[in-house]
């Protein structure tokens, strides 16, 4: 059972500052003038030369703005996407993720997906350091999704603070042999943003990327 709207995450966007060393079209036209004034006047620069090299500049200068469209014609599209992604504050949805915000107070619900039946799994909540505080044995389950939901306590009973925490499944067949497990959560959208230099939503204050999306409730 999923209660309560964690807390809003937020994300910082970076700035990549062009090369220092690329000659754009007002150097490489100063460059030519400064060509042009100090040539021997007794052997000035031959036409085609001179042809040649206005050649360079109008396609020097044509690969800029056709540069400065794509950048334009991408952030739009990016700003349309977060414009869609908002329209998911305050839904449920499965987000693919191993790493969850505990709010202190409501449990958590976690999830996994099986590629078939399982004879034996076990759930382990870590901390923010990757140090493990529970072990949940959840014994058989069958393929596909499964979950369960964390109370926020440790193994002594102990209910453990708000903060960043994370989860991994260990699944063992009839066998014995281990099997794979895609881990995911269930929360309620709470904002979107930048993270990392990518567009990001927000479950439950986790920053989940946009394609780690699968199902809206």
């Known amino acids: 059972m999923i209660e309560g709207v964690g807390v809003y995450g937020s994300g910082a966007s970076s700035y990549k500052p062009e090369a220092e060393d690329a000659m754009g079209k007002d150097a490489f036209l100063k460059l030519l003038v400064t060509q042009l004034e100090n040539q021997d006047p007794l052997n000035p620069m031959d036409n085609t030369d001179f042809v040649a090299q206005l050649a360079q500049f109008s396609s020097l200068e044509g690969l800029q703005n056709i540069n400065s469209t794509m950048t334009g014609m991408a952030n739009s599209v990016t700003s349309l996407q977060d414009f869609g992604s908002a329209s998911l504050i305050g839904r449920v949805v499965k987000a693919e993720?191993?790493?969850?915000?505990?709010?202190?107070?409501?449990?958590?619900?976690?999830?996994?997906?099986?590629?078939?039946?399982?004879?034996?799994?076990?759930?382990?909540?870590?901390?923010?350091?990757?140090?493990?505080?529970?072990?949940?044995?959840?014994?058989?389950?069958?393929?596909?999704?499964?979950?369960?939901?964390?109370?926020?306590?440790?193994?002594?009973?102990?209910?453990?603070?708000?903060?960043?925490?994370?989860?991994?499944?260990?699944?063992?067949?009839?066998?014995?042999?281990?099997?794979?497990?895609?881990?995911?959560?269930?929360?309620?959208?709470?904002?979107?943003?930048?993270?990392?230099?990518?567009?990001?939503?927000?479950?439950n204050g986790t920053a989940v990327k946009r394609d780690g999306i699968k199902e809206i409730y």
């Open 97 to 203: 993720t191993s790493k969850f915000d505990f709010d202190g107070t409501n449990e958590q619900v976690v999830g996994f997906s099986l590629g078939g039946s399982a004879e034996s799994v076990s759930l382990t909540i870590t901390d923010a350091s990757g140090l493990p505080v529970r072990t949940i044995e959840l014994g058989a389950r069958g393929a596909g999704d499964n979950e369960a939901a964390w109370d926020g306590k440790d193994g002594r009973g102990l209910a453990l603070p708000a903060g960043k925490y994370g989860f991994s499944v260990n699944a063992k067949g009839a066998d014995g042999a281990p099997m794979g497990a895609e881990k995911y959560i269930l929360g309620y959208v709470t904002g979107v943003g930048m993270e990392e230099g990518s567009s990001s939503i927000y479950v």
